[in-house]
Structures are given as structure tokens and as C-alpha cells.
């Protein structure tokens, strides 16, 4: 009898529980998009896109050292709700220099924490706040993801435990119920519903923070984790870490103050190629002056192993190779040269050149032509002696790091990124950061920080197969939704599949040469490296010509359609009045139709460069052609197997 009492009043409280949870709505302001937020024996929230469940109730919680899980069982004491409408501008723009920021936000407060919601027409995003003293130790964060069934993703297939990596993942479209538990993935993490939905999950605004990664093995459900803080670690080189002390929580940080916004793009291919949800997000750029930032194209050299012919003297890391280097980017009007791994007295000496340099004279010689010098670092004398060693580089007159081998996903790492934005920007020093994980916020607060590698790029030609035209077409959707990534493309050797071997002191890409001059249109990067040698470049000066006319910043980006992993087709507006189309495709072939309504008023001249009638076998064909349009013509756009198709378009 007693048992059955008991139970009735378990059924009792349950229900009462039931009925003391409470639901919040948020919709964005066009209606299309809905957030849900419930409270109850844990903390949900659910997103709905018209009448489809993109999120089913998913669990987020923050557990602080000392005072418990903030978020089951809990019941806000206040709600505020605010519209959100306003014009962003960026210092530098990737997608577009002027923004609509427009959403409808819910706070909910609990006291010494609350939650924040927003819901805008392209995407939902959600951070937890604190207010309490002093500092605090985050034991976990729970970021559940609780998906339809059916769902695929763009997986990144990582195993190490220690979330070591330098994010350059080979993606594999997968069933995301099929995902092995083993497999845990980076963000972003680019999704498609059964009914073609495009979702990404990604964060932004991170600072003072690990990194979050998704794990599969929850059937249709992703769970995010963090890497623990690194307390301690020993050099198994130069570089690379093996870590010897982890502390038992994700971070250890201040008491009062915002954490990183978990969200969600929503919308078509297409739509996700004009989302710029995570700069949004980000925290404004640092008050400080930027009008000396000057973003632009690079000449490398590592990728052609500083293979330079035709000239008069031995080719290597010598003064005489990189002045030809210096004339070069001089004669095309790009901004840099970069001296890679090679130039310093070794990679731990980073303050002393290599005595085959003249590294002054080169920087002299540079700014007499107009080009500044970038030079390769490592992390780890950075990290050992940061400021003396950017105090150096002042002072030498360069104008811009590249940082290599990061690794880590940790709080600790993050900080090193942030610092390092930081204090390059005291000396007017632009930041490439390699070995990296995917941009975050950083690059809207410190703008100087332009580009990041954390993709599997076409440097990779010179050891694997992996990097073809079918990789190209998802990165699109993937790695660069988070924002600017370093692919370095430019090569001038181009090759079938079947023609395509991996040479590493001449190396060739896979797809066509028009498929190279449509990357520089879509792929994003204030910092875009032109990869192949001058040597190669000044034997094919019309290409050459066409690579140093497109600009790597955007004032506006229209696409016209795509299909994740096949083909897409887009245009951007440059800061003189010129578009630039660009359509790429994989190992299939297409005929797409360019609609320039896009366009202004008037006649415009389009020079066109795209696959030759022979590409299919011979991938370096292409042909250059020039016609006449009106705003709203339709333009033919014929893509070979792994090719591509780029246009400039310049009001009469």
C-alpha cells in the first residue's frame, strides 16, 4: 500500500513539474524563424524554420566551480526582450563592408547568470552571461544539438584525445546517426536537413575560451565538449607538444562576463554563402586607429620550394632569389612578398636572419618598390618572448607575421591568439595565423588579424591527392563560413585526375586553370597568397594579370546558386565599381546561366576567363574573351570537369 501511495505522489510532483515549466518565444523579425526556450527539469531551447524542426529541445547548461550547474531546474526571474536594428560597417570587409544587423533578442536572468537568445532570419545564436566576484573555474559547458533524423553533415573525423590538431580536414558527408562515437569534429560543423535545409554550428565572440567541438554517437544528437585547460606540456621538437598536466576544468576566467555565442545558420547553399552571422556576433573592433591596414595579395614562395629559373644566380633562400621576388609582386601591384620557414638564424631563433640575408637591405628594397616583407614565425619562441621579438620586427620595418604550428584548442591557446592580435596591432603588424584553428571573432575585433589557415589547403598538392576540385567545392560550405581562410591558391601547372601526380619541388593543383582564377572570386582572404613561382607566372602574364586585378576585399557578395559539394556560382562587388563573378564546379561538368541583375545602370565591358574547349584533357586550356552586357543580360557559363569560369565586369 505504501509503495502505491509513494508512486502516486512521484506522478503528483511530476506533473506539477510539468506545469511549472514555462515556455519563451522568440521569433525573428520576419516570423519565418522560431526559438523556444523551456524551463523545467533542464534548460531546452528548439528552432523551427517555417513549419520544419531544425532543433528539437536540446539541453544547455554551465557548471561553475562552487556554484553548481547553472541551468536544470532553474526559473528566470526576468524576462527582457529587445528588437535589434542596425547598420554594421567593417574595417575590413570580407563579404560586404556595410551590414544589416537586424534580429529580435530574449534575456532570460536567474540571478548571478543568465542566457541570452537571438533569432534572426538567417540564423538563431544563444551565450550565457555571469555576474558574480572575482574569478570563477568553468567546470563544463553542455551544447547539445538535438537534430531531426536524417540530417547529414560535412564531418571532420578528428580522434585525438587531447583535441590536438591543425584543423585541415579531408570532410566526408555522412549520415550524422552514422558518425562512430570515436569521431568528434571541429567547428564549424556545415549540416543538411532531408528537405535540403543548410545548416551550419559554429560559435563566435570567443575569447578567454576553448574551443567547442561536437561529438556524434548520440543517434541524431550532437554534444558539444571543450578541451581542458593545459597546465603543463614538454617540446617533443621545435613545435610540436606533448602534454603532461591538464586541470581539471575548461577555463579559468572573470566572474563577470559574457561567453561565446553558440549558433546556428539557417537558409539555402546559396543563402549560406552571403551569411555573416559569426562577425555579427563578434565583439567590435578594439578602439584604436586602422586606417593603416592594408589588406592585399602575397607572394609566396614555399609552395614552388623557391624554384625561380631563367635568372642569373642560384635560387634559394639568398638575398638575390627574394629581390626577384620583391620585382615581381612590384611589376603586378601586389602588396607583399612572404619569406617563410628558412629566412631566420633557425625557427627558435626568430630574432636573428639567416646569415645568407640580407633581410634589411630586402625590406629597404621592398618599400622603395611598394611591397612590405611578411615573415614566417613560430609559436613557440612567440609565446617564450612575444613583445621583444614584435618590438624587433617594428623596428626592422615589416609589415606582417605569419604564425605557424598553434596546434592546441585550449583557453590558454586562445589567449596566445588574442594577445598576439593584440599586440601586432600596437606596431602595425598584420597577422596570418597558421597550424590554427577556425577564425572565431578575433578577426572583427582586431582586424589586423586578416586570415587564418585551419583548412586542408592547396599547399597539400605537394603531398596528397586530397585537395580537388570536389574538396574546393565544400569548403565553400564549410571551413569558410567561419570566416577568411588561407587555401593559397595561383598554381599555374594544372592537371586532370588522371594527369595529377604529387611533386613536391614542382608541384601541380588538380582542375583547370580557369578553375585556379575562380578561387581567387570565392575563396576568402584579406591576405591571399598568390602560391606558384614568379618564374611560372611571368610565362603566362595573361592569367598572371587577371589574379593581380581581383581584390580581396568585398563591398557587397550576391550568389546565384549552388549546391554544397558540386558547384555554385556568385559575384562580389569591389571598392572601385567593378563585380567579379566566379563559378566553380567538381569533377562534373556544367552549364550554368549568369543572371546580372546584380549590375548598375549603364553598359558594361566583362572580360572573361574560362575553361578552353580542350580542358577536359588538357587542364591548362583556357581562353580569355571579351563582351559587351546590360544590367540583367544572361551570360552562358560552361565549366569543364574540375573547372571554373571568372569574369570582370567594368562599367563603360
Known amino acids: 500500500m505504501m509503495k502505491k501511495i509513494l508512486a502516486t505522489i512521484s506522478i503528483l510532483l511530476a506533473g506539477l513539474s ?48 562552487g556554484k553548481g550547474v547553472l541551468g536544470p531546474g532553474a526559473k528566470a526571474r526576468k524576462a527582457s526582450r529587445k528588437s535589434i536594428d542596425e547598420i554594421q560597417t567593417a574595417v575590413v570587409p570580407v563579404k560586404a563592408r556595410t551590414i544589416r544587423n537586424r534580429c529580435n533578442e530574449l534575456t532570460l536572468s536567474f540571478g548571478l547568470w543568465a542566457v541570452r537568445f537571438r533569432a534572426y532570419d538567417n540564423g538563431v545564436a544563444y551565450r550565457f552571461e555571469t555576474s558574480m566576484k572575482g574569478n570563477i573555474e568553468v567546470l563544463g559547458e553542455s551544447s547539445e544539438w538535438n537534430l531531426q533524423p536524417g540530417c547529414h553533415a560535412f564531418w571532420a573525423n578528428e580522434t585525438n584525445p587531447d583535441y590536438i590538431t591543425h584543423c585541415e580536414a579531408d570532410f566526408r558527408d555522412l549520415p550524422i546517426c552514422n558518425i ?65 598536466s591538464l586541470a581539471d576544468c575548461i577555463a579559468r576566467t572573470r566572474g563577470t562576463r559574457t561567453f561565446p555565442w553558440r549558433l546556428m545558420t539557417i537558409g539555402t547553399d546559396a543563402e549560406l554563402l552571403e551569411n555573416t552571422l559569426i562577425w555579427q556576433l563578434a565583439s567590435k573592433e578594439d578602439d584604436r586607429d586602422w586606417s593603416w591596414l592594408k589588406p592585399g595579395k602575397i607572394s609566396w614562395e614555399w609552395w614552388a620550394a623557391l624554384n625561380v629559373y631563367g635568372v642569373d644566380f642560384v635560387a634559394g633562400v639568398n638575398t638575390e632569389t627574394y629581390k626577384y621576388y620583391i620585382d615581381f609582386a612590384a611589376e603586378y601591384g601586389l602588396e607583399y612578398i612572404l619569406l617563410d620557414e628558412g629566412w631566420s638564424a633557425s625557427t627558435l631563433n626568430i630574432k636573428e636572419p639567416n646569415p645568407a640575408l640580407d633581410l634589411q637591405g630586402l625590406i629597404s628594397y621592398g618599400k622603395s618598390k611598394g611591397v612590405g616583407v611578411v615573415l614566417w614565425t613560430l609559436w613557440t619562441p612567440m609565446l617564450a618572448d612575444m613583445e621583444n621579438i614584435l618590438d624587433i620586427y617594428q623596428e626592422w620595418g615589416v609589415e606582417g607575421i605569419k604564425v605557424d604550428f598553434m596546434q592546441m584548442q585550449d583557453q590558454n591557446m586562445m589567449n ?34 586578416m586570415t587564418y589557415e585551419g583548412v586542408y589547403g592547396q599547399e597539400h598538392d605537394k603531398c596528397s591527392y586530397d585537395i580537388s576540385p570536389e574538396h574546393d567545392m565544400q569548403l565553400p560550405f564549410t571551413r569558410m563560413v567561419a570566416g577568411p581562410m588561407d587555401y593559397t591558391p595561383g598554381a599555374t601547372n594544372n592537371a586532370t585526375k588522371d594527369d595529377f601526380a604529387i611533386r613536391w619541388n614542382h608541384p601541380m593543383s588538380q582542375g583547370t586553370r580557369s578553375h585556379q582564377a575562380a578561387l581567387f572570386v570565392v575563396f576568402e582572404s584579406p591576405l591571399e597568397m598568390l602560391c606558384d613561382s614568379p618564374s611560372n607566372y611571368y610565362k603566362v602574364p595573361e592569367f598572371t594579370s587577371f589574379l593581380a586585378q581581383v581584390p580581396t576585399v568585398w563591398e557587397e557578395t550576391v550568389a546565384q546558386e549552388a549546391v554544397a559539394g558540386d558547384y555554385l556560382l556568385m559575384s562580389r562587388r569591389a571598392a572601385d565599381g567593378r563585380w567579379f563573378s566566379a563559378g566553380l564546379t567538381d569533377w562534373d561538368e556544367r552549364d550554368l546561366v549568369l543572371d546580372t541583375s546584380f549590375l548598375g545602370e549603364g553598359e558594361w565591358t566583362v572580360l572573361i576567363h574560362r575553361d578552353g574547349v580542350n580542358a577536359d584533357k588538357w587542364a591548362e586550356d583556357y581562353k580569355l574573351e571579351t563582351i559587351e552586357v546590360k544590367a540583367g543580360d544572361s551570360i552562358p557559363v560552361h565549366m569543364a570537369k574540375g573547372g571554373g569560369w571568372a569574369a570582370i565586369f567594368t562599367r563603360k
Request: aromatic letters at 8%; a neutral charge; one cysteine or more.
Open 180 to 244: 562512430a562515437a570515436e569521431k568528434y569534429s571541429y567547428l564549424p560543423v556545415s549540416l543538411a536537413t532531408p528537405s535540403g535545409v543548410r545548416a551550419v554550428i559554429t560559435e563566435s565572440d570567443l575569447s578567454d575560451y576553448p574551443n567547442m567541438m561536437l561529438r556524434a554517437g548520440y543517434g541524431d544528437c550532437l554534444k558539444a565538449e571543450y578541451p581542458h585547460v593545459i597546465d603543463a606540456y614538454e617540446l617533443k621538437n621545435d613545435r610540436d607538444v606533448r602534454i603532461t
Open 416 to 449: 596566445f591568439y588574442e594577445k598576439l592580435a593584440a599586440e601586432c596591432a600596437k606596431r602595425h603588424l598584420v597577422v596570418d595565423y597558421h597550424g590554427a584553428f577556425k577564425p572565431a571573432g578575433i578577426q572583427r575585433k582586431y582586424p589586423n588579424a
Open 18 to 65: 510539468i506545469a511549472q515549466a514555462k515556455d519563451y518565444k522568440l521569433l525573428s523579425p520576419s516570423g519565418n524563424i522560431q526559438i523556444t526556450v523551456s524551463e523545467g527539469k533542464s534548460l531546452t531551447w528548439s528552432v523551427k524554420a517555417g513549419d520544419e524542426v531544425l532543433l528539437a529541445p536540446s539541453e544547455l547548461a554551465l557548471e561553475v566551480r
